[in-house]
C-alpha cells in the first residue's frame, strides 16, 4: 500500500512539474510572438539622414537631432517639414534628446550632456555637464521622466558589468549629475537568447530608452540588430520586439505623446529614407 501511494505521489508530482513547464514554454513562444502594426510614415529631408534622438514636443511637433550637426530639428508632423532650428554647438556626435518642459537636453556619445535653457526662445542659455559616462560607454539614449523629473539613459556598449545593461537615472541638479539604476536588463535573460552574442555585452546595443505614459511600461531600442525590449513598470523584462530590417533600416529615436502613440526614428539605410515611424504594439 505504501509503495503504491509513493507511485501516485510521483505521479501527480510529474503532471504537475510537466503541466508548469509546459506553460513557461507556451508564455515564453508568446511574448517572443509579439507583433506590430507600422500605422504611418513620415519620410525626413537630408539634413536629417543621421537622425539619433526625438523627442515630443507637442501639437504633433517633434524635436530631433542628428549626429554631426549642433541644432536642434523641429518637425512638424502635420506639416511634413521642419519649421524651425536650434543652434545649441559646433559639430559633434549627438545621439539623444529629451525635452522637459521649456527645457532640452542633449546627450553627446562621449557623457558630455548639453542642457538648453528656454530653448525656443532667442534668450535660451546652453551650459554642459560631464556625466559619469565616457565614449567607452558610447551614449546614445535619453529620456525626461516628468514623474521622478530625471533623465533616463543606458550605456549602447559596456557597462560596469558586461553580464548587463542597466537603466540610469541622472539628477541634473548639480555640477556632476548623480547616477541611480532604475532596472537591470540581464545579457543572459532566456528571452535575449537567440541574440546571444560572443562578446556578451554586444546582445543588446541600446540606442534609445523611454517609458510608455499609457501602460508606464520602460521601452529600450536597438539599432544594431533592430528590436524593441519591454520591461514592465517593475523593471523585470516582460518581451522583445523583433524589427524587420525593410521597415527600421536604423532605428536610433523613440518618443511617446502624452496619449500613448509611439514614434520611432531611422537614419537613412542604402535603399531607404531617413524617417518617422508611428509604431502600434500588439501585446
Excluded at 505521479?11 to 512539474?17: E, R, T
Excluded at 517572443?32 to 525626413?44: F, G, I, P, Q, R
Aim: glycine share 4%; proline share 3%; with cysteine.
Amino acid at each position: 500500500m505504501k509503495n503504491k501511494t509513493l507511485l501516485y505521489s510521483i505521479f501527480f508530482l510529474a503532471v504537475i512539474i510537466i503541466t508548469a513547464f509546459t506553460f513557461k514554454k507556451r508564455h515564453q513562444e508568446k511574448k517572443l510572438k509579439a507583433s506590430y502594426n507600422v500605422t504611418k510614415t513620415w519620410e525626413l529631408p537630408t539634413v536629417l539622414n543621421e537622425v539619433s534622438g526625438i523627442a515630443w514636443i507637442g501639437n504633433d511637433l517633434i524635436a530631433c537631432v542628428q549626429d554631426e550637426d549642433g541644432t536642434i530639428f523641429i518637425y512638424d508632423l502635420e506639416k511634413n517639414k521642419i519649421t524651425k532650428e536650434v543652434s545649441f554647438a559646433q559639430g559633434g556626435d549627438y545621439e539623444g534628446i529629451a525635452i522637459a518642459g521649456e527645457d532640452a537636453y542633449v546627450m553627446r556619445s562621449d557623457g558630455l550632456l548639453y542642457h538648453i535653457t528656454n530653448y525656443l526662445e532667442s534668450t535660451k542659455k546652453v551650459s554642459t555637464m560631464q556625466t559619469k559616462f565616457s565614449a567607452e560607454n558610447n551614449m546614445e539614449s535619453l529620456f525626461f521622466d516628468s514623474k521622478s523629473n530625471k533623465l533616463l539613459t543606458i550605456p549602447k556598449e559596456r557597462d560596469k558589468s558586461d553580464s548587463y545593461k542597466s537603466i540610469y537615472e541622472i539628477s541634473v541638479n548639480s555640477e556632476e549629475p548623480d547616477l541611480k539604476i532604475l532596472a537591470k536588463i540581464s545579457m543572459d535573460a532566456e528571452l535575449l537568447k537567440s541574440y546571444k552574442q560572443k562578446k556578451v555585452y554586444k546582445t543588446v546595443s541600446p540606442s534609445e530608452v523611454a517609458i510608455n505614459p499609457r501602460t508606464k511600461e520602460l521601452l529600450v531600442l536597438e539599432g544594431k540588430q533592430p528590436k524593441l525590449l519591454v520591461l514592465d513598470a517593475k523593471g523585470e523584462l516582460n518581451r522583445v520586439y523583433n524589427l524587420d530590417k525593410s521597415a527600421f533600416s536604423q532605428p536610433e529615436g523613440l518618443t511617446f505623446s502624452p496619449e500613448g502613440r509611439m514614434f520611432i526614428s531611422n537614419e537613412a539605410g542604402k535603399n531607404s529614407k531617413a524617417n518617422i515611424l508611428e509604431v502600434k504594439l500588439q501585446n
